[in-house]
């Protein structure tokens, strides 16, 4: 396994959990447990070849369309908007489909491309980019439906499709969705409001008192440098456990937790960028080879994408869009997601650092290693 997504893992659980522990201390057992899970989770599916991942891909594709056009119908929520997000069948059997979607398009788009080159049938993969985002859309869903459709861009150019090509991809699409543009809006007022509420509070502080934002914010700044610590007296923050929780570990941990986060997923993306560049030095490419390449860019962009998402909207930049701080945040959908691209990420490095020019039996890893 590679010692840097180990290290970046352990760290962000841990902080997450600390985090919990700061917003909602009754939540800990809960959440120490799912991370315990978790950990076993990308352990196991680690020592997977990708060739076992790519032959899964596309029923798993085809299973995470079910559950989003299954949100639409059962689907439960509606703190904003009346949106669905959630599949709930009672107990503890609740998640959200749109975060294994997210999974489920690197791993089909890997498989496709491996499978066809990236030169051939862009039409195909991108009507698979179209129709997982446009359920999540439905939902209605606009920061993981965002999320989605830039995954899917990254995917098609990490499988070495060319710039034009992606280029004339997103004119056309953006052609042919600005006449429905208006209608959504219309019909989920929720997002234009997030959206002056955003810009207001940029001209005044304070339109209409003290915004979450402005509340993440006080968190962080009480944190001062090294944190109080999660036992110490603190305000409410709403959504401190999950779409705030940057301002939980900030008020524990202070700017060094912060700083560790962000050391983490840099460490996730020099791991991911790793597997393509390895993989670039490697003639012939095999299919598999060029499949766990585009998983592990696919499956490190999931993750960090999402964490910068979070954190802008944490800093003001974005508008409150509700997507959660991946492997820190309270949410077990997120997490398990999550935790299974982390054992891709591991699956494709060891592949590509195997076939690399110059390795011996006697210099090549052992599997999981």
Same mark, same amino acid.
């Given at each position: 396994m590679s010692l840097n997504l180990v290290i970046a893992q352990c760290l962000l659980l841990m902080l997450g959990l600390i985090g919990v522990a700061t917003a909602e201390p009754n939540m800990v057992p809960d959440?120490?447990?799912?991370?315990?899970?978790?950990?076993?989770?990308?352990?196991?599916?680690?020592?997977?070849?990708?060739?076992?991942?790519l032959k899964l891909a596309t029923?798993?594709?085809?299973?995470?369309?079910?559950l989003l056009a299954l949100v639409l119908f059962i689907g439960v929520g509606g703190e904003w908007g009346g949106g669905r997000r959630w599949l709930d069948f009672g107990g503890p059997v609740r998640f959200q489909p749109s975060e294994f979607a997210k999974l489920a398009l690197v791993l089909q788009l890997a498989s496709f491309f491996a499978r066809r080159g990236p030169g051939k049938k862009l039409l195909s993969a991108t009507m698979m980019i179209v129709t997982t985002t446009l359920l999540v859309l439905l939902e209605p869903d606009l920061g993981t439906t965002v999320l989605v459709f830039s995954l899917g861009i990254v995917l098609m150019y990490a499988a070495g499709v060319r710039f034009t090509s992606i280029g004339l991809i997103l004119a056309a699409l953006t052609l042919f969705a600005l006449p429905f543009a208006s209608i959504y809006l219309e019909k989920n007022p929720y997002i234009l409001e997030r959206i002056r509420g955003h810009q207001e509070s940029?001209?005044?502080?304070?339109?209409?008192?003290?915004?979450?934002?402005?509340?993440?914010?006080?968190?962080?700044?009480?944190?001062?440098?090294?944190?109080?610590?999660?036992?110490?007296?603190?305000?409410?923050?709403?959504?401190?456990?999950?779409?705030?929780?940057?301002?939980? *570990? +900030?008020?524990?941990?202070?700017? @060094?937790? $912060? &700083?560790?986060?962000?050391?983490?997923?840099?460490?996730?993306?020099?791991?991911?960028?790793?597997?393509?560049?390895?993989?670039?030095?490697?003639r012939p490419l095999t299919p598999e080879l060029h499949g766990a390449s585009i998983m592990a860019t696919g499956a490190m962009?999931?993750? *960090? +994408?999402?964490?910068?998402?979070? @954190?802008? $909207? &944490?800093?003001g930049v974005f508008p409150v869009t509700g997507v959660p701080l991946p492997l820190v945040s309270y949410g077990f959908s997120s997490l398990l997601a999550k935790s299974v691209a982390f054992a891709v990420m591991h699956s494709a490095l060891r592949e590509v650092h195997r076939h690399l020019p110059g390795k011996t039996p006697e210099t090549i890893p052992a599997a999981g290693d």
């Open positions: 959440h120490a447990t799912k991370i315990l899970i978790a950990l076993a989770l990308t352990f196991v599916l680690s020592r997977l070849r990708p060739k076992a991942f029923p798993f594709w085809i299973f995470s369309l079910a940029k001209i005044d502080a304070r339109p209409e008192g003290a915004t979450q934002i402005d509340l993440a914010h006080r968190d962080m700044r009480d944190g001062g440098v090294y944190g109080q610590g999660p036992d110490a007296p603190k305000y409410y923050l709403p959504a401190g456990h999950t779409d705030m929780v940057i301002a939980s *570990v +900030g008020f524990s941990t202070g700017l @060094l937790g $912060v &700083a560790t986060i962000i050391f983490a997923y840099w460490l996730i993306v020099q791991s991911g960028l790793s597997a393509a560049e390895w993989a670039s030095r490697i962009f999931m993750i *960090v +994408g999402q964490a910068f998402v979070n @954190l802008a $909207v &944490a800093v």
